[in-house]
């Protein structure tokens, strides 16, 4: 048994390492960090049925997550009434089985060359993210307790000290809100170090030459702004805040579509169509932005000159996300082309409704306009958790839209699901505006303008 599976694990990685070598556009480095950085930061890629199996078995074998045949049965009794009971229900189902199941693997680093696992990966650190809401929200202490131990075993480091891109800064952001709390030097050391680092390197401008800037694609604006405003939240430096300014001004200028409200994955999807000729803007990858603008507008001081286009962005986002919002509550993996994703996709609807909660819960967005939207999507959730506590349909790692299998359940999903329960709590916690009485179609109809 050991050895056919070895064997898989040797095939997936020699398919990869072709699959990466294959890629137009980018550099091959003898740089073992920089090559790191290539293979766990997902590209675009040929959309066929092999590249989705062998990312599907990568992802299950590197403990991200998996995707049983046979997952058993759906769970019964989660209630999807807006109340802080019903709501930590739910979040406690989910959270227990993750931490069951894949808790172990926070702490581990695979000595072997291939390095399957690495609890310092990005997938592991929108999971964090997810628990340390969840901490507090619940509460539940064995949660930050973990979070903890997680900072210990792993000297509160990075994969890529040296000059970490947006993924393998990542972890940092649970690092810096334990910070917050205990406010131990230790804590944020490498990180501070790590940054200031990366302010003392030559900035790339948007168009240099066979150069990328910071934040390539639009999943780095969840995985790096909300570390450096923590940062400045540790310090008090707003040095910080305007590098996070001045690099997110540089993304929204390569991926923003004025027209949609929406942001390309990365630059090598900028009109590409899907099959119905809408374009091409993946759910996950938006998911990624509103969860980002979120969590820097938690930390962004109030007279920051760019907090108005933050907010200005989640507005523009969540209406144009509001509008295309599935009949279930949920989001399709491509999001202008739901007939030819029938499945919803919990990952990226999670980080919507978290972004979107987010909004409600602190001014930004309208309450009455979206809490039907997100009241709709968090029942819609509750559909994919299984008896056991499994979150499915989350697709697997990539760049871009894609099948997947019901049952597939991975860390960074249930992240997301933690972070959005965590603020439907907080809206369960308020009075709700009054409304007139609507159906959800009738309140999507109503938005305003994108």
Same mark, same amino acid.
């Given at each position: 048994?050991?050895?056919? %599976? ?10 990869? =390492? ?7 556009? #980018? ?28 990312? #599907? ?36 189902? $989910? ?21 399957? =696992?690495?609890?310092?990966? +990005? ?32 000297? +509160? ?25 205990? %406010?131990?030097?230790?804590? #944020?050391?490498?990180? &501070? ?9 030559? @900035? $790339? ?50 991926? =923003? ?57 989640? %507005? ?6 509001? @509008? ?7 989001? &399709? ?24 909660? =987010? ?11 979206? %809490? ?21 349909? #989350? ?39 009054? @409304? ?15």
């Amino acid at each position: 048994m050991y050895l056919h %599976r070895d064997l898989r694990m040797v095939a997936v990685a020699a398919a990869f =390492w072709v699959f990466g070598m294959s890629q137009p556009g #980018i550099s091959q480095s003898s740089n073992p960090a920089a090559s790191a950085q290539l293979s766990d930061t997902p590209v675009a890629s040929p959309s066929t049925e092999q590249i989705r199996i062998t990312g #599907i078995e990568r992802d299950n074998m590197r403990m991200f997550g998996s995707s049983p045949d046979n997952p058993g049965p759906l769970a019964t009794g989660l209630s999807p009434a807006l109340t802080t009971k019903a709501v930590d229900t739910a979040m406690r189902k $989910v959270a227990d089985w993750e931490f069951a199941t894949l808790g172990p693997y926070f702490t581990k680093i695979d000595p072997s060359p291939n390095r399957l =696992w690495d609890g310092r990966i +990005w997938t592991w650190s929108a999971l964090y993210a997810g628990y340390m809401a969840a901490a507090d929200t619940l509460p539940e202490p064995k949660y930050r307790r973990a979070m903890e131990d997680v900072g210990r075993a792993f000297n +509160w480091g990075l994969r890529n000290p040296a000059h970490p891109n947006g993924d393998d800064m990542s972890i940092a952001q649970m690092y810096l809100e334990l910070y917050l709390k205990d %406010r131990r030097p230790e804590q #944020i050391s490498p990180i &501070r170090t790590a940054l200031d680092h990366i302010l003392s390197d030559p @900035r $790339v401008e948007l168009d240099t030459p066979g150069k990328r800037i910071e934040w390539w694609w639009c999943d780095a604006l969840f995985m790096a702004p909300p570390t450096w405003v923590r940062m400045y939240a540790a310090t008090g430096d707003r040095k910080y805040v305007r590098y996070l300014d001045s690099e997110w001004a540089k993304t929204y200028q390569l991926l =923003w579509d004025k027209e949609a409200h929406l942001y390309w994955r990365d630059g090598s999807y900028i009109g590409k169509t899907e099959k119905n000729g809408q374009k091409l803007f993946w759910s996950r990858g938006n998911g990624w932005v509103m969860g980002g603008l979120a969590r820097t507008l938690q930390y962004l001081p109030s007279d920051d000159p760019q907090r108005a286009f933050y907010e200005t962005q989640l %507005r523009e986002m969540s209406a144009a996300l509001a @509008r295309i919002q599935g009949a279930d509550g949920l989001w &399709r993996s491509g999001l202008l082309d739901p007939d030819d994703y029938r499945e919803p996709e919990i990952s990226g609807s999670a980080l919507i409704t978290f972004g979107m909660a =987010w909004g409600i819960n602190n001014g930004v967005l309208d309450e009455k306009t979206y %809490r039907p939207v997100v009241e709709n999507a968090w029942a819609g959730m509750l559909n994919h958790i299984y008896a056991d506590g499994r979150l499915g349909d #989350i697709q697997q790692t990539g760049a871009a839209p894609s099948t997947f299998k019901q049952s597939a359940s991975y860390n960074y999903g249930v992240g997301g699901f933690l972070l959005a329960g965590s603020e439907m709590h907080k809206l369960a916690s308020r009075k709700p505006a009054k @409304r007139a009485a609507a159906s959800p179609a009738k309140a999507q109809r109503t938005l305003p303008p994108g």
